[in-house]
């Protein structure tokens, strides 16, 4: 195994990682920011309040999105499980 293998090896996971993670990472930050500007405009300084609706926004999200995160690991893993015999040679 030399080092370029081992270079894309790590971008590869790294892409996949930043795949899997977007669609959640990206509707909390949305509804984080939409709760701030509520409290912010309603003064209402709750610390809790944000937990529920990015907990349902998250539900739903994964509800969406779920199946195709599962396929794309899935499938990367069969990826990788495939190249374990070249790593070797």
Request: aromatic residues 8%.
């Given at each position: 195994?030399?080092?370029?293998?081992v270079?894309?090896?790590?971008?590869?996971?790294?892409?996949?990682?930043?795949?899997?993670?977007?669609?959640?990472?990206?509707?909390?930050?949305?509804?984080?920011?939409?709760?701030?500007?509520?409290?912010?405009?309603?003064?209402?300084?709750?610390?809790?309040?944000?937990f529920?609706p990015?907990?349902?926004?998250?539900?739903?999200?994964?509800?969406i999105f779920?199946?195709?995160?599962?396929?794309?690991?899935?499938?990367?893993?069969?990826?990788?499980?495939?190249?374990?015999?070249?790593?070797?040679?």
């Amino acid at each position: 195994m030399d080092t370029a293998m081992v270079v894309d090896l790590g971008r590869q996971a790294l892409w996949m990682t930043m795949l899997i993670s977007g669609p959640l990472l990206i509707v909390g930050l949305v509804i984080g920011l939409l709760v701030g500007i509520f409290q912010a405009a309603t003064s209402i300084n709750e610390q809790t309040l944000s937990f529920i609706p990015k907990l349902l926004g998250l539900g739903l999200t994964l509800s969406i999105f779920g199946g195709w995160m599962i396929n794309s690991l899935v499938d990367y893993t069969r990826i990788i499980f495939g190249r374990i015999p070249a790593l070797f040679m």
